[in-house]
Every structure is written in C-alpha cells, then in structure tokens.
C-alpha cells in the first residue's frame, strides 16, 4: 500500500490549529516572568494536537535533541500514523522572553512539508539575509559587506539607502554590522527577539515598513523563515556558523557535509510548503490574544506556498472563568 500524498489543503486547517492551540495554551502565562513555564504549556499543546491529526509526521525542527527537550524533540515521530509522510519544524513559542515580559511579535510557529524536504539544520547559528519579494534572484547575497547589500536593495527598488530599514537582532555580535549600515543612512529596526517574525516582516514592507533582514540567529528559526518566505514570497540566504567541534559535530549528525554551503529559500525548503502562525503578544504581523471576561481571541495567519495563498483567521472561544 503506498504512502497518501501530501494534500496541503487538507492539511491546513488542522496546522492552523495545531499553531493556535499553543496559543492559547500559553496566554495565560504572557506577562508573568517565566519563560519556561511559557514554553512548556505552548510545546504540551502543540504535541497534543500534532498527534491528533492524520499524519506520519517527523520533527526535524524541534525543541532540541532528545535528551535535551522533554517533548518535541528533534527526531520524534508525531501524528496518527494514518495519513502522509511530512517533514514538521516547528517553534512552540518564538520569543519565550517577549511572552514572559509582555514585550511585541512573540508567536508560536509551525511549518509542514513533505518527508524530505525541509532542511534538517542543526541548533546552531545561521548568518541570516532576506528580502520581500518582487526583485530577481541574486540582488543581495551573503557574501557582500551589509554595506553593499544595502545600496544593492536600494538600487534595485529605485530609491536612496536612506530609504531602506533593516532588521536586525539587537546583540553585541552584531555592533559593527549596525555601526556600517547606519553609515550607509539606513534605517535599522532593532528587535530583541524573534527573527522568524523579523525575516517575514521584508515579506510585507508596506505593512511593517521593513525591507531587508540580516544578522546571526538561530539555524532552526532560519528553516521556519525560509518556509514563511516560500509561501509569501521574498528571498533568503543563510549559512550555518560554528562556535566549536561540538557544533561542528550536530551538523554532521544532521548529514551536512559542506558546512561553507549558502542556503537558499528553496535548498531550506524544497517542495510545497504550509506555514502557520499564531500571535501571542501583538506586533506588526498579527495581533496578541485578546482577553475579555469568559473570551479569548487569537488571530492565525495561514498560508500555502503551492497557491500563494495568505488567510488570517480569527478564533473566539470561551473560557472559564477563574
């Protein structure tokens, strides 16, 4: 009996709600202190409702290894068994510290492709750079000094550097990058946390205002961005970076072999995808869960790279109150 085919439309609805239910797990946590308590009600959620749905579904972007994560971890088998064989990467809840603090653009994430096709990247750094969509391949790369794509993006769009914002993570690795694009007299918005939600944010530059994501963050959050961006469109590069042996190692364990390799969009996520997110405090791409005596709302944004289709759903449910 072979294997059911990958039916993204079928399939999507039920992703939206795996994303949502993480959601509202984690909702009464936002603003109380604890991450990990955050991360936890969002990861138990998540798995709950990845095992209900018709499925054969392994974790390649998970929580960690499997001695380091309770649930969720790398490698696990999740779903019914009933269904297709998928790649699942996934991040319960991006900006554990945004939740436990209050702070914007925390979400939970999840993206579903078929076996095989999303990259297995190791938990180690990615050098980061995306674009929205709407310019050739090739504009920016990697390679360039931040400097040098800045001008690049600016030409391509017909405008000035001064008319170019930037993305990045608001870390002292990247104190000479920001000091050399803001040579440039681009703008830079600096977040804290939360690169998978800086990365779509290029994908939307009339909503949010950005045009150009770069930095070094999370290689797992990478895949998840490089889903987003197939299903909204936009461009991304990335190339893992290694601190030691040991990170060297994870990448080898993953089966990667050339670890100078640029990834592009499509090498991090190389067949029909499906992406879904849900807002847990509000930012520039979706609203936080809204509370109201015996309610909760959250809005998900759905989307499916093989329509190109975008949906932002609105969920109510009642709660008990305490």
Not at 58 to 66: A, L, S
Not at 147 to 170: H, M, N, Q, Y
Not at 174 to 183: L, T
Not at 288 to 316: A, D, F, N, Q
Request: aromatic share 4%.
């Amino acid at each position: 009996m072979t294997a059911p085919d990958f039916d993204d439309r079928m399939l999507s609805l039920g992703l939206a709600r795996v994303a949502e239910q993480a959601a509202l797990a984690s909702a009464r946590l936002v603003g109380r202190g604890d991450e990990k308590a955050a991360d936890q009600a969002a990861v138990n959620a998540m798995r709950d409702q990845l095992n209900s749905l018709d499925i054969s579904g392994v974790v390649v972007i998970g929580e960690g290894e499997r001695d380091e994560a309770p649930m969720l971890f790398i490698g696990e088998e999740v779903g019914t068994g009933r269904g297709p064989a998928v790649d699942i990467a996934l991040d319960p809840l991006e900006g554990t510290t945004l939740t436990a603090k209050d702070m914007p653009n925390a979400l939970t994430v999840i993206a579903m492709g078929p076996r095989g096709t999303l990259l297995h990247a190791p938990d180690v750094y990615m050098d980061k750079l995306a674009i929205g969509p709407g310019y050739p391949d090739g504009i920016v790369d990697l390679d360039m000094p931040p400097a040098t794509r800045v001008s690049a993006l600016a030409t391509a769009k017909g405008c000035g550097p001064s008319d170019i914002t930037v993305c990045i993570l608001e870390r002292p690795r990247h104190e000479a990058m920001i000091a050399e694009v803001r040579a440039t007299g681009a703008a830079i918005r600096l977040i804290t946390d939360g690169d998978v939600a800086g990365v779509m944010h290029c994908a939307e530059p009339e909503v949010t205002g950005i045009d150009m994501y770069m930095g070094r963050g999370g290689a797992p959050e990478g895949v998840l961005a490089a889903a987003a961006l197939k299903c909204m469109g936009g461009q991304i590069q990335g190339r893992l970076t290694f601190r030691n042996d040991d990170e060297r190692g994870r990448a080898a364990k993953a089966g990667l072999t050339d670890l100078d390799r640029i990834y592009t969009r499509d090498d991090m996520a190389g067949s029909d995808v499906i992406f879904a997110a849900t807002g847990v405090t509000g930012g520039s791409l979706l609203p936080g869960i809204k509370r109201e005596p015996g309610w909760l709302t959250t809005e998900t944004i759905l989307m499916r790279s093989k329509t190109g289709s975008v949906r932002r759903m609105r969920y109510k449910t009642p709660v008990a109150l305490s």
